[in-house]
């Protein structure tokens, strides 16, 4: 009784091996694929991480130029406070230890607490952007061993 879909056994061979070359086409779609993918993917990755720190950096700069600047200088050359735009302080504090810092300032001296937790302006999330600020400043900053006490042109005195 041949009533089936399938004529004959040549019909279903036929069709079957149809499906299979699809199947096939299939897979080597994907093998092909994802090694493209795997390739771009990382590029664009960094690409929003590094526009991220950017935007950050910029709301950064404003929160400086806002809260900082008075004491520390407009482009960190230092005032009342140390000059944090030197090659010696950003290289020895991490982005952790200014982030504590700023946030519950340095008692008895005029650097306040800057965090809402310790009854200062900042979020935490403006203290982060000001750190990354400051960080951006690092590939460009001058050396300059005497940052705490700006000013001094002397290298007699420590
Ligand atoms: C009223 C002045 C004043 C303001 C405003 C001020 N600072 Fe300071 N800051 C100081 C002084 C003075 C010191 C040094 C404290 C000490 O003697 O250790 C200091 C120290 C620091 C240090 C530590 C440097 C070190 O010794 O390692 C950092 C970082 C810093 N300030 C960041 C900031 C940031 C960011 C802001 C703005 C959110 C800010 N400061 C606002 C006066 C100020």
């Given at each position: 009784?041949?009533?089936g879909?399938?004529e ?5 061979e036929?069709s079957?091996n ?9 897979m080597?779609?994907?093998?092909l694929i994802f090694?493209?993918?795997r390739?771009?993917e ?11 720190l950017a935007?950050?950096?910029?709301s950064?700069?404003q929160?400086w ?9 407009l482009?960190g050359e ?12 950003l290289?020895?504090a991490?982005?952790a230890q200014m982030?504590l810092l700023i946030?519950?300032?340095?008692p008895g001296t005029?650097?306040a607490a800057?965090?809402q ?5 900042l ?9 990354t600020y400051?960080?951006s400043w690092?590939?460009?900053?001058p ?5 705490r ?10």
């Open positions: 009784m041949a009533t879909l399938y004959t056994d040549e019909e279903l036929r079957t149809k499906l299979m070359a699809i199947g096939f086409a299939l080597l779609g994907l093998v090694p493209l993918y390739l771009v990382p590029t664009s990755r960094q690409d929003e991480r590094d526009s991220q935007a950050l950096a910029t950064g700069e929160t130029s806002v809260t900082c600047a008075s004491c520390h200088g482009n230092g005032g009342v406070g140390p000059a944090l735009n030197s090659q010696q302080f290289s020895s991490t982005n982030e946030s519950v300032g340095v005029q650097m800057f965090s937790d310790h009854a200062g302006p979020t935490s999330e403006q203290i982060k952007a000001v750190v400051l960080r690092e590939s460009t900053a050396d300059n061993a005497n940052w006490t700006p000013g001094s042109t002397s290298t007699t005195t420590g």
